[in-house]
């Protein structure tokens, strides 16, 4: 610094030059150990207070350095030259550090006042003020947080609602069964039932309906492992084309009991990673429903294809339709599009299809429904194990 100050003022002394550098970096050290204490105090304090401690540091350490050299380097009417401007140099720089720490407390404390809002209003609205980069980011952050945890309650309280709607309509349905195994228990015990033929009916009921108690629990245990991330799979390479027959093979007596026709056809070579049982649940529940909903003399049309290089299955029965207010509903737990609860015979509690969700969401796959032609589709989409054909024909049918 020495050598630079004698080049710029080359008629000062060198001993001078070296006092007053001395005096220069002792007054620097001096401002700058003092700015750090101070920071220090006021750590906890707003912003923009230490903006402005910032800015002060910077402009006494400034003016120091000035007035060191006036002192040293001019005469007295020079120095008080000097001095005025000095003071007018260092009133502005306050001024303007005053100034900027004002515009950055305000708009701190009004992103503080918009978040606060939240907990009154439950809607984060950013300050209608322009924001420091920083703030302004850290304002799009908050609003970014806010949406996910709205969506995220919102997702909850609809969870919640599901669930206690599942247990009001869960304990209607098996309170109805209970209620006639109780009735035909106490008949057969006092013996007001008799007749040989009547016995063996009530034995025969009494054996349905503990099916339909034994086949809802197992939904009721099922739903409650796929809604804790408890189910585990066993996957395995499989021929979805096979999976699918077997599946219609033991739906289709079911079908034929109430005069339904099921059709389908399959494309070759579909290979699936999937757990064998857990996905045939997933589809038989998908064509239990549509026989539960399509009239007799209706037809049922389980398909197998490829789309855009991945596997879908799709069940396509008469139901009439789905209301379009009811579709984002159809795979909500215990939803049955219904508003008076009747039991229903082939038991289940309306979660067939809420199962068949969870299990093709957790074979990362997709399901869905639309309404089409005289009823509505429910179509599965997962992931082929090995590459597909680039086009597939027709599907051949595979069983009717």
């Known amino acids: 610094m020495t050598g630079y100050l004698a080049d710029v003022m080359p008629y000062v002394g060198a001993g001078d030059l070296a006092t007053v550098t001395e005096w220069i970096a002792g007054a620097a050290m001096l401002t700058t150990a003092g700015g750090v204490v101070a ?40 120095r008080q030259v000097m001095l005025e401007l000095m003071g007018i140099a260092g009133l502005a720089g306050f001024l303007v550090a005053l100034f900027i720490g004002r515009s950055v407390t305000r708009a701190t404390r009004r992103l503080l006042f918009a978040v606060r809002e939240v907990g009154s209003s439950g809607i984060y609205t950013p300050p209608e003020i322009t924001l420091p980069t920083e703030l302004a980011g850290l304002s799009l952050g908050i609003a970014e947080a806010h949406d996910r945890l709205s969506r995220a309650r919102a997702r909850e309280q609809a969870l919640e609602a599901s669930r206690r709607e599942l247990v009001a309509w869960v304990s209607h349905d098996l309170r ?59 996957p395995r390479l499989v021929g979805l084309g096979d999976l699918l027959a077997e599946v219609a093979a033991s739906t289709e007596p079911v079908a034929s009991a109430k005069g339904i026709l099921l059709t389908g056809a399959v494309a070759p070579g579909m290979a699936v990673l999937i757990d ?40 396509a029965d008469e139901c009439g339709g789905i209301p379009l207010g009811d579709l984002p509903r159809v795979f909500d737990v215990a939803f049955r599009g219904e508003s008076a609860r009747t039991p229903d015979p082939s038991g289940g509690g309306g979660l067939g299809l809420s199962i068949a969700r969870g299990i ?6 997709q399901i869905s429904v639309r309404n089409t032609g005289p009823g509505c589709q429910f179509t599965v989409s997962l992931p082929l194990a090995r590459q597909a054909p680039a086009s597939v024909s027709r599907p051949a049918a595979v069983y009717r």
């Open 39 to 78: 920071q220090r105090i006021l750590a906890r304090r707003s912003i923009g207070l230490q903006v402005t401690l910032i800015a002060v540091v910077t402009v006494v350490t400034a003016l120091a350095s000035v007035g060191v050299i006036s002192f040293a380097m001019l005469g007295i009417s020079d």
């Open 360 to 365: 093709v969401e957790a074979h990362s796959g």
């Open 176 to 234: 109805t069964p209970l209620a006639g195994l109780r009735a035909m228990a106490e008949a057969l015990e006092d013996q007001v039932v008799t007749d040989p033929r009547q016995v063996a009916h009530y034995h025969s009921q009494m054996r349905v309906e503990s099916d339909r108690l034994a086949a809802m629990i197992e939904n009721l245990f099922q739903l409650s492992k796929i809604h804790a991330g408890a189910l585990r799979l066993s």
């Open 276 to 315: 064998p049982a857990e996905f045939s649940r997933a589809v038989k529940n998908l064509i239990t429903n549509a026989i539960r909903h399509t009239p007799p003399d209706g037809t049922i049309e389980l398909i197998g294809e490829i789309r855009g290089g991945r596997a879908c299955v799709s069940v």
